[in-house]
């Protein structure tokens, strides 16, 4: 083996001491092809999916993630402040194609973030997603992340025509921006999961930015219905919500999410509505936006982020997908 053989053999299964040619057929049989599939999909997930104990689960899912922060892939466990700040200052961000919805996000969407963003019906949230997915594939110097997109549709509003008419509106070249859009529709629930189980290695192989799930909450909502159902119905939610977080850090994708608003006796900002999902949501998103009617246009607002000021910013919605009232 010589030095160049290194990075890429720091990432095989194999290169663990615990994991030999038995136990990396098993974990490939399991679905657990790579290190980044150890560290996404947890301990719990390995020893149910493998029937290996959890404490070899959890030896094998650390070991995975000491590995990937040797490589670099992921952050060292104890780290500089400033070293934080840099990496940050230098984190890729995807413009939503709205100028005011880019600068509300500090620039664009981030990577290795998971932003969730919420309103009441055709308030937009899904034209930004195809906004989004036109926009990821475009070169950094025009707002893209030269990266491709998977847009897990559980509500069945995906439409490649959209996507072809803000092409044509923004004047970028379809043909690639279709090539570059990975779509899975979800039927139900535990589709969902096992499609966000399968994105991983997809990710690699296809050189994705950007994952979309629109709607996440939706089929949880529908199949578990009533307060006996709720726990589980959390329980599911709060795992599906932590391997996004531990896909768009591992990956080092951004990670748009789609949520439904419910009404609400105790009301935020003055409106009897909240997000649905309740805090397994809120929690785990990193930012979270709210989309609000304005007369034609659209108010986004940020009501969650660890370092944003509560803003709102106005945008519209056109032929352009996401845009800005005054230039449209
Ligand atoms: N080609 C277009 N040109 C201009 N505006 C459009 C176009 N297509 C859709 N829209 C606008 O987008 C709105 C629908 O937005 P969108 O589908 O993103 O809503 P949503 O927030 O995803 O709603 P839901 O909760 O039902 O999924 C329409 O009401 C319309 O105002
Ligand atoms: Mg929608």
Redesign the pocket.
């Known amino acids: 083996m010589n030095d160049d053989d290194a990075p890429k053999t720091a990432l095989d299964l194999c290169s663990i001491e615990e994991i030999g040619i038995a136990t990396r057929t098993h974990l490939e049989n399991s679905g657990f092809k790579s290190l980044k599939d150890l560290v996404v999909r947890g301990p719990v997930d390995i020893s149910e999916a493998t029937g290996m104990d959890i404490e070899k689960s959890a030896i094998l899912c650390n070991r995975a993630r000491q590995r990937l922060e040797d490589a670099g892939v992921l952050e060292k466990s104890f780290v500089t402040a400033r070293k934080l700040y840099n990496n940050r200052l230098t984190a890729e961000r995807a413009s939503t194609g709205s100028r005011n919805l880019d600068a509300l996000l500090g620039g664009g969407l981030e990577t290795r973030a998971v932003t969730e963003i919420f309103?009441?019906?055709?308030?937009?949230?899904?034209?930004?997603c195809h906004s989004l997915c036109v926009m990821v594939p475009q070169d950094r110097a025009h707002g893209g992340l030269g990266g491709k997109a998977i847009y897990v549709d559980t509500?069945n509003?995906f439409r490649p025509e959209?996507i072809v008419?803000i092409c044509n509106a923004r004047n970028i070249e379809p043909d690639h921006v279709l090539d570059s859009i990975i779509v899975a529709k979800a039927y139900n629930s535990a589709h969902q999961e096992l499609i966000i189980d399968e994105t991983g290695p997809i990710i690699d192989a296809n050189g994705v930015k950007l994952v979309v799930v629109d709607?996440a909450v939706a089929h949880y909502r529908a199949e578990f219905l009533g307060r006996a159902t709720l726990s589980e119905r959390q329980q599911k939610l709060n795992k599906f919500m932590h391997i996004l977080l531990r896909i768009s850090e591992t990956y080092g994708v951004a990670v748009i999410i789609?949520n439904?608003i419910q009404s609400s006796p105790d009301s935020i900002f003055g409106d009897a509505f909240r997000p649905t999902g309740g805090n397994v949501v809120a929690h785990t998103s990193t930012y979270r936006i709210y989309?609000k009617r304005s007369g034609r246009n659209r108010i986004a607002r940020m009501v969650d982020s660890p370092y944003h000021p509560e803003t709102e910013v106005l945008f519209s919605?056109?032929?352009k997908g996401a845009a800005d009232p005054d230039k449209d």
């Open positions: 309103g009441e019906y055709g308030t937009g949230k899904t034209q930004i509500e509003t959209r008419s709607s789609t439904q989309l919605l056109s032929e």
